[in-house]
C-alpha cells in the first residue's frame, strides 16, 4: 500500500468503491423476475440471465415475454383507462408526486441497481441519471396539475406502448412514462433486454405509492416482446433505440391509426471555432462522446475543429483524453466505465478495425483495461474521410471522429452531412456566430458552449432520419395528448383519370379550349407524361389538366428546394405575401365561384369567401405563431424554435377543392415550409386557376409547386422522396397505409388529414400550424 507521501507525489486516486449489500439482498429476495401487469408481478416464465456487464457475473434472471404476456398488459391498462383518465389532475397530480418522492428516496439504491445491471459509472447514474428520473415526475405532475387550463379540449391518446433502450433504463422510462400519466393515458413499457432491473424495481415504486392497478405495465423481454408491443391493440408507440428499429416500426404502425413518437440514432457535431474557450471545449468533448462510455444517442461523435485551432485542439484532447480512468464502474474516481454487453463491444471494435482499414487514424488512451468485463479505452479518429464507414455510422462508443473547417459556412455544411439530426454542439465566445450556426444547424437540439444537456422543461427529439416527435417540456406532453375530435365526413373517390381524346365538347361557354399544366418553380410546365386527363363538371367535361407522374414530382421537389429563401424570411414579410395573395383572391371572387359552379361545387361563392378569410387568418399568424423560452433548471435560456420541416408534400381531399387546397398549403407556407401540392384529381382546376394570383402576389417561384394527375400514384412518390421532409395526406384508408409505409424510408413526418366541413372551425387553427413545424431547442449560456 502507498504512503501519504507516495500519494502526494503521483496524485494518484485510491479505490472509492461503492456498496452493493443493499441491491444484493434485493436481487436475492426476488430470485427470478416475473412481469408487472395489473398492479402485481407475475410468476416468473422462461428467463434469461441479466449479467454485470463490468464483471460478466449473473444479477437475475427475468422472464422473457411472450405475445399472451404483452396482451395480458394490454387487457390491463386498458381496463384501467377509464377510471385514471377520468381522474382530476389534481389526483394524477399527486400519484406523480408520490413517484418523483420515492424514486428520491431510493437514490442510492437505484444508482447502484442502475450501474450494476448497465456498467456506467456510479458518478453518473448518482448524479445525473437518478436525479433527472425524479425531476421527470416532478415537472410531469405539474402538469397533470395545470393540464386542462392550457390543453383545452384535449384529452389523453390511451393505451400507450413504450420501448426503451438500454442507455439510460431509468431514465428513458421517466421519459415515456412521466408525461404519459400526466396526459390520463395508461402504458405498457418493454425495458432493454440487456437492463431491465431499474424498471423491476420501478414498478414496486408503483404498488409502494398505491398507484392504481393497471396504470403501470411493465413486461420484459427481447426484440420478439417489443415487435408483440407494437402490434398489439395500443393508441400509441413510443420508441427509442435505433433508426433500423425505427423504421420497421414505421412500416408495422402504417395505417393502424396508432400515434407514433420514434427518438431514433444520430451522429452529433461537435463544433468548435477559433475563438473557443478551447480548455472549455475539451472538457465538453469529454461530456460528449466519453460520457456513458459513448453510448448516448446524441453523442457528439463527430468533432469539428476550425483549422486555426486544431493542432492545438488535437494536442490538449490526447492529454485529457490519457487521464481518463476506465475501470470499476462501482469506484466513484471512474471516468469510464463497461460497454453494456459484449455483443455491443464486438461492434464497437468491429466499426472502429474498419475505420482504421479504411485509412483514419486512430489516438486511444493507453489504459490498462480490468482482466474481465465489457470495456473500450478511449479514443478519436482523425485523418478521416467523408465516406469512411466511422464517419457515417454511429458506433454507439467510446469513440468519436476529428475532421478541421476553414470557414462558418464549411462548418455548417459538414455539420449538415449526415443523415440524422438529432443534436449539435457549437463552442465559441461569439455570440452572434454560435446562434447564426444554431440556426442552420439541422438538429432538434443545439447546445451552445455545453453538451449533453437535460432537463424535463425542455423538448428532446430530432429531425430526419433521427426520427420524430418531442420528449419532454410542453412539446414532449402534446405527443400523449389525442387532437381534439372532428366530425369527419365521407370524402368521394376520385374516378380513374381519363385519358383518351374525348368525343364530346367543353360543356363550358369559354370558346377557347385551355388546358391546365403543372405549377413549378413558378412557372406552367406541360406535364412529362405529354396527356392529359378529363375534368367533369355537372354539364359534362369542363376542361383537361395535366396527367402528372414520378418526373414531375421530382421536379416539383427539386424546385421547391431551391426556394429555400422563403423559409428564412421574417414571418411578417410572410405575412405581407398571403394578404396580398388574400386581396388577389377576393379580386377575382367572382371568377373562381363561376370554376367552381361548373364544377358542381354545392355553395362557390360561400367556399371562395371562405378561402379568402383563411388566406387572411394564416397571413395574422404568419409572425404571431412563435416559440417559448423553457424554464429549466440548469444556467440556461433554452429557447424552443418552432422551424420550418423545409420541403412538404400536401395531397388535398377530393371535396372542397378550392378550399381544401388553401386549407392545407397556406398553413404550411405561412411557417416557411415550402410544398408540392397535388390537388383535388376530381375538380383540380379550382387549384390551377391560382396560378395567376400566386404570380401576382410576389409568393417566390418554387414556394407552391402544383402537380395534377392520379392522387394516390403521385402520393406515393411524395412519400417515397428523400428530400420530402413531411408529408399530409387526404385520402382513403388504403391511401393512408401505403404513405406511413412509403414515409419509412428517410422517417419523413406523415399526417392523415380527415376530410372534414373545411368552412367552419374545424378547417384552421393551431394545430394546422403545430404540424407545418418541428421544434428545435437552442440551450444559451444565462449567467456566468
Known sequence: MPS????????????????????????????????????????????????????????????????????????????????????????????????????????????????????????ETRDIDVPLAARH?????????????EFPGRGPVGVCGQIIPWNFPLLMLAWKIAPALAAGNTVVLKPAEYTPLTALAFAEICAEVGLPKGVVNIVTGDGATGAALVAAEVDKIAFTGSTEVGRAIRKATAGSGKKLTLELGGKSPFVVFADADIDGAVEGVVDAIWFNQ????????RILVQEGVAREFTERLAARMAKLRVGDPLDKSTDMGAIVDPVQLRRIRDLVARGEAEGAVLHQAECRLPAKGSFFAPGFFTDVAPANIVSEVEIFGPVA????????????????????????????????????????????VVWVNATNVFDAAAGFGGYRESGFGREGGREGLGEYLADAKIKAKADPAPPPPETAPLREAPGVADPI????????????????????????????????????????????????????????????????????????????????????????????????????RRAFWYAAQADKFDGAVHSTKSAHVTLAMPEPFGVMGIVCPTGAPLL?????????????????????????????????????????????????????????????????????????????????????????????????????????????????????NIWVPYGE
Not at 294 to 301: D, L, P
Not at 683 to 697: E, G, R
Not at 746 to 754: G, H, I, Q
Request: contains cysteine.
Open 513 to 612: 379550349d385551355r388546358t391546365a399544366k403543372l405549377y413549378v418553380g413558378g412557372a406552367q410546365k406541360r406535364p412529362d407524361s405529354g396527356y392529359s386527363y378529363a375534368v367533369r363538371g355537372k354539364a359534362g367535361v369542363i376542361g383537361l389538366a395535366g396527367l402528372g407522374n414520378r418526373k414531375d414530382i421530382r421536379n416539383a421537389v427539386e424546385a421547391a428546394h431551391k426556394a429555400a429563401g422563403w423559409g428564412k424570411a421574417t414571418g411578417h414579410n410572410r405575412a405581407q405575401v398571403l394578404y396580398y395573395l388574400a386581396e388577389n383572391l377576393a379580386a377575382r371572387a367572382a371568377e373562381f365561384a363561376a370554376r367552381l359552379k361548373s364544377a358542381g361545387g354545392p355553395k362557390p361563392a360561400e367556399e371562395v369567401a371562405a378561402a379568402i
Open 137 to 149: 415526475f416532478y415537472h410531469h405532475a405539474g402538469w397533470a396539475e395545470m393540464l386542462e387550463d
Open 401 to 444: 471522429t476529428l475532421t478541421t473547417f476553414r470557414t462558418p459556412e464549411e462548418a455548417v455544411e459538414l455539420a449538415n452531412n449526415t443523415r440524422y439530426g438529432l443534436a449539435a454542439s457549437i463552442w465559441s465566445e461569439n455570440i452572434n456566430l454560435a446562434l447564426d450556426v444554431a440556426s442552420r444547424v439541422r438538429a432538434g
Open 660 to 776: 381544401g387546397f388553401v386549407s392545407l398549403v397556406l398553413p404550411a407556407i405561412a411557417m416557411g415550409n415550402r410544398v408540392v401540392a397535388v390537388p383535388s384529381q376530381a375538380m383540380p382546376l379550382a387549384a390551377t386557376d391560382l396560378y395567376q394570383v400566386f404570380d401576382t402576389s410576389d409568393l417566390p417561384g418554387g414556394v407552391v409547386n402544383i402537380v395534377t394527375g392520379p392522387r394516390d400514384e403521385l402520393a406515393r412518390t411524395l412519400a417515397a422522396h428523400d428530400d420530402v421532409a413531411a408529408i399530409w395526406y387526404s385520402g382513403d384508408a388504403d391511401g393512408t397505409r401505403m404513405v406511413e409505409e412509403e414515409s419509412a424510408g428517410n422517417l419523413k413526418v406523415t399526417w392523415s388529414v380527415a376530410h372534414r366541413d373545411w368552412s367552419g372551425p374545424e378547417g384552421q387553427g393551431r394545430s394546422f400550424l403545430t404540424r407545418a413545424t418541428q421544434v428545435k
Open 294 to 301: 459513448g453510448q448516448v444517442c446524441c453523442a457528439g461523435s
Open 4 to 123: 501519504v507521501s507516495e500519494i502526494l507525489e503521483t496524485m494518484d486516486y485510491g479505490p472509492a468503491p461503492e456498496a452493493t449489500g443493499e441491491v444484493a439482498k434485493w436481487l436475492f429476495a426476488r430470485g427470478a423476475f416475473g412481469h408487472y401487469i395489473g398492479g402485481r408481478f407475475t410468476e416468473a416464465g422462461e428467463t434469461f440471465d441479466v449479467a454485470n456487464p463490468a464483471t460478466g457475473e449473473l444479477l437475475a434472471r427475468v422472464t422473457q415475454g411472450t405475445g399472451a404476456d404483452v396482451q395480458a398488459a394490454v387487457k390491463a391498462a386498458r381496463a384501467a383507462l377509464p377510471g385514471w383518465s377520468k381522474l382530476p389532475g389534481h389526483d394524477r397530480a399527486r400519484h406523480l408526486y408520490a413517484l418523483a418522492r420515492h424514486i428520491q428516496k431510493r437514490e442510492r439504491f437505484l444508482a447502484v441497481l442502475e450501474t450494476l445491471d448497465n456498467g456506467k459509472p456510479i458518478r
